[in-house]
């Protein structure tokens, strides 16, 4: 467990629910994408060959982590420098 002051979680809940937002957001879109593709090849019977090719689509751990590194913005912080570096 960690103990952190509660105007300090305050800032950090201020700085990541928007991000969260924007990544459930970019999500959806996704899902959104692969419905209409999906549907367009089952009206055109090749709904096997896509399905094939299809992986349900979620941000993994680490895509969020290396996604809180680009967005973080400070020299100081290991997560921005495994995000510029592209280390996972």
Not at 12 to 39: C, G, N, R, Y
Request: glycine share 2%.
């Amino acid at each position: 467990n960690l103990l952190v002051p509660n105007k300090n979680y305050c800032k950090f809940e201020d700085w990541v629910a928007p991000l969260i937002s924007t990544l459930h957001d970019e999500q959806d879109a996704k899902w959104v994408e692969q419905a209409k593709e999906l549907a367009a090849a089952s009206a055109n019977g090749t709904m096997d060959d896509v399905m094939e090719s299809k992986r349900p689509f979620a941000i993994t751990p680490s895509e969020f982590i290396a996604r809180l590194g680009k967005e973080i913005d400070n020299e100081e912080s290991v997560l921005y420098w495994a995000a510029k570096n592209d280390i996972p």
